[in-house]
């Protein structure tokens, strides 16, 4: 297989990497980064502790130079999700930034500095020479290039084994639908342990030879200042264009800055027809969908030479094959944007499979087809319209999967709780809600909602707390004594 990254092993001198006032050139990444690969090299498994800082980038890209696949860490991931995540992906070493102070499980092990400070002079010059930037071969196209740890309806987070195949194709299926090349200049300010953030949003400027602006933390202020000062393209969750149509009304820089870029992207989740429809108003502008999945990195999108459709998430990518099936497995022919099926797809972009969960592996797939769990239907012109989902169990909110099952196990651990169960009620802001449903213990003494959601984040990521707390005298259940989620809303 070709380099992951060529502009790398090119030295170009273009920026590809800006983190606030820090910043590499391509030539620089590969100075750096080639130096920690050299250090890495040989590791059977790293994690890199992924803040939203240039040293994770740096981290990462030193990892799948070196051929050592990478675990990156939430570090808002509480203690029961981190021992498990570290226990399961055993990594031999951490990267992270200088000072930054690691829990105890990660502590123990090995650790090196992602720090670049040390790397250029005031100027940007680079201090010191690396040693050379690629391994002597590139790795198998098989090859892990990530693990990525995602939510289930239950049990603890899996984790995603995308070979450096899949991540190559998926990027060069967007370069094709997105026109996207070394001239563009991304901004986000999506987290780096998620394949949107960090492969599509990182990664994919650098396979690209472009760059990326990272904002550390998602602002609207942020945004306009970088799409009016060079930067092209936008990706974010559709929480953040909410927050843009919110402040669209009473910013016209921002408008204006929207307006001047090349390609607005929105993914994740869906984006409401209302914010689409208020980003348009406000600035001439249509956001584009793409559809995407950890296991299957990305699947559709509304291409950048096609008509843009509110609702829609586009058409499969290049090399994806997808299609319906009805609730008997039978695929359904039908384009007639109203017959609705599950999707499945197979392509280069499939992940290799679920780290030590061969059973898991086997139930996600049907004759060699990945079973996504989205209901959708097609257009007559083959666009597709996600409908909903299968398991009423997984909530998004703000972007993020959240498995229902995950935060009841930890909510019922709790004292003051006798039953719990967990859905999610629509949000305007971030999609999904976390709502606890609680049975307290005592009914004349419940626990806080703060205390509960305090309670959960010590265990789990911070954005599986639940957003609202609500008390019963008991949850309400079937003969099987089965909690009916339907009759709480969920
Ligand atoms: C949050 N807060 C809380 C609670 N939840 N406080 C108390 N109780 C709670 N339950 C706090 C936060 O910690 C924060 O405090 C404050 O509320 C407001 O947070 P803010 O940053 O404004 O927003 P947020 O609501 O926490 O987050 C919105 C977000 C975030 C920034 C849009 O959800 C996000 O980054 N989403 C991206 C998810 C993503 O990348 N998904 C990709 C996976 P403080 O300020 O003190 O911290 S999906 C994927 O990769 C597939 C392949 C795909 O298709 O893309
Ligand atoms: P994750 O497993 O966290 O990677 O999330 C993948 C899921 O996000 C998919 O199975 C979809 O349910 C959802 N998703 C991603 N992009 C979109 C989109 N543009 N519209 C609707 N749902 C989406």
């Known amino acids: ?19 606030g006032d820090q910043a590499l050139s391509h030539a620089e990444l590969a100075t750096v980064a080639g130096a920690l690969a050299a250090r890495i090299a040989g590791a059977p498994r790293v994690a890199v502790w992924a803040t939203p800082t240039l040293g994770t980038a740096v981290g990462v890209v030193a990892a799948l130079l070196a051929g050592v696949p990478v675990v990156p860490v939430n570090p808002k991931t509480g203690e029961r999700e981190l021992t498990h995540i570290v226990t399961d992906s055993s990594p031999a070493l951490v990267l992270a930034e200088r000072g930054v102070e690691l829990p105890p499980i990660l502590a123990e092990l090995a650790r090196l500095d992602t720090d670049v400070n040390h ?15 690629a391994p002597p071969t590139e790795p198998s196209p098989e090859a892990p290039a990530l693990i990525v740890y995602t939510s289930g309806t239950t049990g603890p987070p899996k984790g995603v084994v995308l070979p450096r195949r899949a991540v190559a194709a998926t990027l060069d299926a967007l370069e094709d639908a997105w026109q996207w090349s070394e001239a563009d200049v991304l901004v986000h300010a999506l987290p780096l342990f998620h ?7 990182i990664l994919g400027p650098l396979r690209r030879g472009g760059s990326v602006r990272h904002l550390g933390r998602f602002a609207t202020d942020g945004v306009a ?5 060079g930067a092209t393209m936008l990706f974010g969750v559709p929480t953040m264009y909410h927050r843009i149509a919110e402040a669209l009304a009473d910013d016209p820089a921002l ?39 950890t296991e299957t990195l ?3 999108s509304v291409r950048a030479d096609g008509e843009p459709r509110a609702g829609t998430v586009g058409v499969p990518l290049a090399g994806v094959a997808l299609r319906l099936v ?11 944007g109203d017959t609705v099926g599950e999707i499945q797809v197979r392509g280069p972009n499939l992940f290799t499979e679920y780290l030590n969960r061969p059973d898991a592996t086997d139930a996600a797939f049907d004759d060699g087809w990945f079973r996504t769990g989205d209901m959708a239907i097609r257009d007559p012109d083959g666009y597709v319209r996600i409908v909903g989902r299968k398991a009423t169990d997984l909530i998004k909110s703000g972007g993020y999967k959240i498995g229902a099952g995950e935060i009841e196990n930890v909510l019922l651990e709790h004292p003051g709780v006798r039953e719990a169960a967990v859905t999610g009620e629509p949000d305007e802001d971030l999609g999904e809600r976390i709502v606890a449903w609680i049975v307290p213990a005592q009914a004349d003494a419940p626990p ?12 789990l990521a911070s954005h599986k707390r639940p957003r609202t707390v609500r008390y019963l005298d008991a949850l309400p259940r079937n003969d099987m004594g089965k909690i009916m989620k339907r009759a709480l809303g969920g």
Do not use: C, W
């Open 1 to 19: 297989m070709s380099p992951l990254f060529p502009a790398l092993a090119a030295g170009s001198t273009r920026p590809a990497l800006q983190f």
């Open 119 to 133: 790397v250029t002079d005031a100027t940007g010059v680079p201090r010191e020479t690396g040693p050379a930037t």
């Open 195 to 201: 394949v949107h953030g960090l492969i599509l949003g």
């Open 225 to 229: 200042r970088e799409l009016s000062s």
């Open 255 to 293: 408008a204006k800055a929207l307006t001047g870029a090349r390609l607005l992207v929105s993914g994740s989740a869906a984006l409401p027809v209302h914010d689409h429809e208020r980003i348009a108003a406000a600035t001439g502008r249509r956001v584009i969908e793409r559809y995407g999945m």
């Open 298 to 300: 990305m699947n559709t």
């Open 326 to 336: 009805d609730e008997t497995g039978a695929e359904i022919a039908a384009y007639d």
């Open 448 to 459: 806080s909602a703060e205390e509960l959601a305090a309670h959960v984040g010590a265990q």
